[in-house]
């Protein structure tokens, strides 16, 4: 039997902490599909082409396993999804108590629409006060956002 789990997220943009996460499901489940995703609650930075651009090219730059696929998605539930592709687990990371109290009704919601179910990865210490808007909001006032983010989306963010 092939375990699949998805990694759903906006990755707005993708940060070292989403790839930890990342690639720690890809040695649990057979097969993870990162899965960009809309938050409408949030205003993007990016469009979501660039975001799965980049998620691929840090993902092939970090050297994370071959059993990782990255796509995006953008209407129905996110159990759609699941069903979809025969994914049984999604794969959160959660950085605080936080995010565990954010996270936690949507998990019993998702399980109750779907019979999916909700991991939860701690983050790596190194990277568990990162967080997207963090980068964006240092990208935005000029900072160095290197040590949080892969090469890539440095590079991207660099770029005048």
């Known amino acids: 039997m092939n375990r ?3 990694v759903p997220g906006s990755f707005d943009p993708v940060t070292l902490g989403h790839l930890d996460v990342i690639e720690r499901a890809a040695g ?3 097969e993870v599909h990162v899965l960009v995703v809309h938050n409408p609650g949030k205003t ?5 082409a660039q975001r799965v651009a980049l998620l691929e090219k840090s993902i092939i730059n970090a050297h994370l396993p071959k ?21 049984s687990v999604l794969v959160k990371g959660v950085r605080s108590q936080v995010d565990v109290a954010y996270e936690t009704p949507m998990a ?3 399980r109750n ?20 808007s963090l980068v964006r909001q240092v990208a935005g006032l000029g900072g160095d956002v290197r040590p949080y983010v892969p090469q ?3 590079d991207f ?3 005048p």
């Open 4 to 6: 699949i789990a998805v």
């Open 67 to 87: 059993n990782i696929r990255v796509t995006s998605w953008s209407v129905g539930l996110l159990v759609d999804y699941c069903t979809d592709v025969g994914a």
């Open 108 to 110: 019993i919601v998702n």
């Open 28 to 30: 649990i489940f057979d």
């Open 157 to 159: 963010l660099e770029k």
């Open 113 to 132: 629409l779907a019979g999916v179910e909700t991991v939860f990865l701690l983050p790596d210490p190194a990277h568990a006060h990162v967080s997207s």
């Open 44 to 48: 993007a930075l990016l469009p979501v």
């Open 152 to 154: 890539a989306v440095a």
